[in-house]
């Protein structure tokens, strides 16, 4: 089995996405792995890629952007080059190059076609490229169901949806993992009002959606009680031209809450160390997560997770760490949660869900099914052709008998009409003689 996959970028997809872990499965299993996005050949994701055993190919397929439209005779090139059996789209860009080269493509068997929604996109002409396809992945529950609410058009709509969690790679986020002392002291060292503080870990950027403005309530109510409480965003601590940034800056100002939050900044490899060595970390997006993928990295380390009862943080915490779920918006019902974690610390059990081994294992199971369908669907395609062949060369030989048939008779009724003339013959001669 050939497995193509398309992808605008590389660099947000190794958490999400599970790229490389894929990749390695199928090749591991015998089979043909082609990727192709827009980073560099000479990147370390690529390079990584390569060693895996997986087919690169650089092509500029980046999001909503018209040159990619350029790439759409690379794109059918390579396609007629490996003849791939499965096609995966992770995004809308790509899908709509993929959906143009397959118009004058020159195949034997035209691939079966996969895409994945990783989020609530909304279904216009632009997402229409991810839903004309044979199967459509979605990442939670919550995406599947705002997916069937919102198509309108059923020419559109994929025929089959199917419902795959981002898993974790618990290898790397092992249950109860511990920072080590040489992490501990360079941390300390760059932020030394770090020590002897409870950490609240928001593992995300300050933006609208990310709601950084609950941690003023948290702050704000909990900051005589627990004098030691320090709240950690993974955000750089000035960005220019900012909105959001600005605005939450001098809010804590004005409270004289800044003493209380450190600012690490957002591009980090650490994060595992981070997420390990909270106290709590806090997944208060405004607006519904599909993935929550670092609540989920959380979870699997051990580390209690405090979120809104929503969406994908409603979906992941209900199973795992249902004490964590928080009544959306309320700041009473949010300060309460924290309150009770930081008085009496309840840790998430160890757990087999929302594993990269299952997402895998379901991912390869849909296209081992696509791929089994077109086998079957091509000797379908065999068996009428040699029916049809069959029944064109009975027909002549069918003819002939019935002419045959005909002739035979014919000859029959001359040679009973024959009979009958020389009997009536007879008869007149008998006659005759009487006389």
Known sequence: MKVMRLLSSLKHDESERG???????????????????????????????????????????NK??????????????????????????????????????LRRVRVKRLPKLVSTMYGFYPINKYSQALLNVDTLITVSDSVTNYLKNRLRREDCAPKVIKRIYRGIDTRRYPYRHNPSVYWLRHTFAEYPELEHKKWLVFPTIIGNQYGQEWLIDILGNLQEQFPNIHVIIMDDDYKDGDVAHEDFRQRTNTLGLAERITYVGCKRNDMREWLSAANIVMALANEPESIGINALQAIHLGTPVIGWDQAAFSEILQPLYPQGLVKKYNANALCKAVRNQLESVTRPEMTNKFTMREMIIKTLAVYQDLYDTALAEEQSE????????????LKPAASITIDKAETENNDTLASTELSQKKLSKTSDLSKEADT
């Open 19 to 61: 790229i490389f872990h894929l990749g390695r499965a199928l090749v591991k299993n015998g089979h043909t792995s082609i990727i192709i996005s827009s980073a560099d050949e000479d990147n370390d994701l690529v390079k990584r890629l390569k060693r895996d055993g997986n087919h690169y190919h650089q092509l500029q397929m």
């Open 64 to 101: 909503k952007s018209w040159l990619s439209l350029l790439q759409v005779a690379s794109l059918r090139h390579l396609i007629e080059k490996y003849e791939p059996d499965i096609i995966h789209a992770h995004s809308r860009t790509p899908a709509w190059i993929l959906h143009l080269a």
């Open 382 to 393: 065999i068996d009428a052709a040699a029916v049809k062949k069959i029944k064109k060369h």
